[in-house]
């Protein structure tokens, strides 16, 4: 039966006559009656707080009808270019296996959920519901909550736990709610391998061991009003119970202000509401990646992106750790034991990939990945002491980057001691780089996460310059607990391969860094990672080589529109594909803190806020935060490539900037380490 709700209402209805809301004793949950102010503020108290009230729906691409879909488009199922909607491990349980996670659908207010038969849960102003930026107000926009309004009516939606949606519709204009599944048999209604799809609105969905129930709830006092619900369960009969419970007993905008109250309680206004919002979407995009213990899992962990897929990455993972250690330096020392739960008690081996569910590989996946753990529990440390888990983890540190030397350290031919080489392209996190896949070879099909190519490996800069990060910050932890020995090995050893590094990896001719053949010569592909060194502590790198790459930084090959690219402008097959010429944040972030480092806080400063300027330019466009950007800023974000699968790419969507011939589907949308360093600098930090 349709669960179409049409409704006129003749008295004009404003936010107050919402159901009334107890704020906290420290006056800090928002009050939704408070958007009714001009301009809407979130805050009773001063300086004021303001919510982000940017939404992608009305403004990003029209790529997603349910029904009719377009063919499947790499990782994307072609709905998944709004703003990620899912409920967070702070503010309760989680359960990624299920896959209950949505994404707001582009042009409206509706919402695709993802789980393993994807449903629809259709909301909107009337039996169009489509989105009108030009009639509709966003009152808040984030990734738990979204409340909009056109003229007196209102659509409110968000997750009182993570198993149940809930959500409110009122006002004289007619409105829409609805739960949709697309029907998969063999009685000619369509296939779910080949759209288009047919769809049926349900009360109850039940597919794969998934069910999905909706209901709804009319109050007549104070009020007209619909209250809905949906809920998901293993079974039919708990998931229509749970749905009518909720949707009959459910205070919406109470569970709305405790969806708000993190993101506005967990860091301090800024002076500019429009930086103060910013700032409050960036933490919106952290929250919703973070996930609560879960499977074999005890500890808190976070996603790269939730609508990617459910794993930790130890890269990402560790630069969504860096950016939650000024924001929650409790949480963020969660997703570090997450890894050290995990990690090889004999071989001392950490975990490329970390997963509570995956049984197969007890959760863990053994290639090598950037090892930044130790200098990202040291800076967990300088932010909120606690020695006692520094002591009980550097032994463990020390056994990783011990495995990482004896494993990917590679003596060819006596040319080199101590530089460090990948395995395959993925360990590097940079797997379709021209120094792992120049020229045709990408195109042959030559290139990928697991892309042996024995001709394309080499001695890595980037992995010689992370043992250096490593060696350092074990060498630092070790002196905080008073064991010298360990210090003075570290400390050594840090010595002992950037010496190495300054002689074999350095170019004199053209001042700057570059991996090397294990045959001896300098690969000639300038990559960001020539920056690295930068990072490098204790006057190791000679002071002349640290101007040659700042000046080299500052060169057109490096300093684009949107710097600094992953490799030079120069390079061939430089395009807006992921690795091979994109800007990405968490190389910025090792460069910024580099200059910084050693001295040039000017040049520090103007490309922490260009970084910061991308990232907000873009997010106000779409409203969401982006994987990676255009190097040249000649590609809009939602039409860069990723991992095309021919060399023809496809067309430009008009009226959005684009490459002609070399447009794709864009980077991952709501990329969690994109939007914590960006809060990080945005709030004063390296």
């Not at 910050?473 to 360990?486: Q, W």
């Not at 994987?627 to 000649?634: L, M």
Request: charged share 20%.
């Amino acid at each position: 039966m349709m669960q179409t709700v049409l409704v006129a209402w003749m008295t004009i209805l404003s936010l107050h006559s919402l159901r009334a809301v107890a704020l906290s004793s420290l006056d800090q949950v928002c009050d939704p009656r408070g958007l009714s102010e001009d301009p809407p503020s979130c805050w009773q108290g001063h300086p004021q707080r303001y919510l982000p009230n940017v939404y992608g729906g009305p403004a990003t691409l029209d790529q997603c009808v349910f029904g009719h879909p377009k063919l499947a488009h790499g990782i994307f199922n072609s709905c998944s270019s709004g703003a990620l909607f899912g409920f967070s491990g702070i503010d309760g349980p989680t359960n990624s296996a299920s896959k209950m996670l949505g994404w707001f659908v582009n042009g409206s207010y509706s919402v695709h959920l993802f789980l393993s038969n994807p449903r629809f849960l259709r909301l909107g102003f009337g039996d169009d519901t489509s989105a009108d930026p030009s009639q509709d107000q966003i009152l808040i926009a984030t990734n738990d909550v979204l409340l909009v309004q056109r003229g007196a009516s209102k659509i409110g939606v968000t997750w009182r736990d993570w198993s149940t949606i809930v959500g409110f519709i009122e006002g004289p204009l007619a409105q829409t709610v609805t739960l949709e599944e697309r029907v998969c048999d063999s009685n000619g209604l369509g296939s779910c391998q080949n759209p288009p799809f047919a769809i049926r609105v349900v009360n109850v969905s039940t597919s794969r061991g998934q069910s999905l129930a909706i209901s709804t709830h009319r109050e007549t006092t104070p009020v007209l009003r619909t209250i809905f619900a949906v809920c998901y369960a293993t079974d039919a009969k708990t998931a229509l119970s749970c749905a009518t419970e909720a949707a009959s007993s459910v205070d919406v905008v109470a569970v709305m202000a405790q969806r708000n109250k993190y993101i506005l309680e967990t860091i301090p206004p800024l002076s500019d509401a429009g930086k103060d919002r910013f700032q409050r979407k960036l933490l919106s995009v952290m929250k919703v990646n973070s996930l609560a213990p879960e499977g074999s899992l005890p500890y808190s962990w976070s996603s790269a992106d939730r609508a990617a897929d459910f794993n930790m990455y130890m890269w990402d993972g560790m630069m969504q750790t860096i950016s939650m250690n000024t924001i929650d330096p409790k949480l963020s020392l969660d997703y570090i034991r997450a890894f050290l739960h995990y990690q090889n008690q004999t071989t001392g081996q950490m975990c490329s990939i970390i997963s509570p569910y995956e049984k197969d590989r007890q959760g863990c996946s053994t290639d090598a990945m950037p090892p930044n753990i130790a200098l990202t529990i040291w800076d967990n440390y300088l932010q909120q002491p606690n020695k006692t888990f520094l002591a009980s983890a550097f032994p463990w540190l020390e056994q990783y980057i011990d495995w990482d030397l004896n494993n990917r350290r590679r003596p060819v031919n006596g040319t080199a001691e101590y530089l460090m080489a990948w395995d395959n392209a993925g360990e590097a996190g940079m797997d379709h780089e021209q120094n792992f896949c120049p020229g045709d070879a990408y195109w042959r099909g030559e290139c990928g996460p697991h892309h042996h190519g024995s001709a394309y490996l080499h001695y890595g800069l980037d992995f010689t310059n992370y043992v250096v990060y490593e060696s350092q910050a074990l060498g630092k932890i070790a002196t905080e607990l008073g064991l010298s020995d360990r210090a003075a090995h570290w400390t050594s050893l840090a010595v002992n391969v950037t010496n190495e590094m300054n002689t074999l990896l350095w170019d004199e001719s053209t001042g700057f860094y570059y991996d090397r053949y294990f045959n001896g010569t300098l690969m000639p592909i300038k990559t960001i990672a020539g920056f690295y060194p930068l990072l490098i502590e204790g006057g190791l790198i000679p002071t002349g080589k640290i101007a040659r790459i700042v000046a080299m930084m500052k060169t057109p090959d490096f300093w684009t529109a949107v710097p600094l690219p992953t490799v030079a402008v120069s390079t061939a097959d430089f395009s807006s594909d992921l690795d091979r010429g994109p800007m990405w944040l968490q190389q910025n972030f090792y460069v910024i803190r580099g200059l910084t480092l050693q001295g040039y806080h000017d040049e520090a400063a103007e490309l922490k806020a260009k970084s910061i300027s991308i990232v907000r330019e873009y997010y106000e466009k779409w409203g969401v935060v982006f994987e990676f950007y255009d190097a040249t800023d000649v590609t809009d974000p939602t039409q860069t490539l990723r991992k095309p699968k021919k060399q023809d790419t496809g067309d430009c969507v008009v009226g959005v900037k684009g490459l002609a011939g070399h447009c794709g589907i864009g980077g991952l949308r709501e990329y969690n380490f994109c939007a914590g360093l960006v809060l990080r600098w945005l709030r004063g930090g390296h």
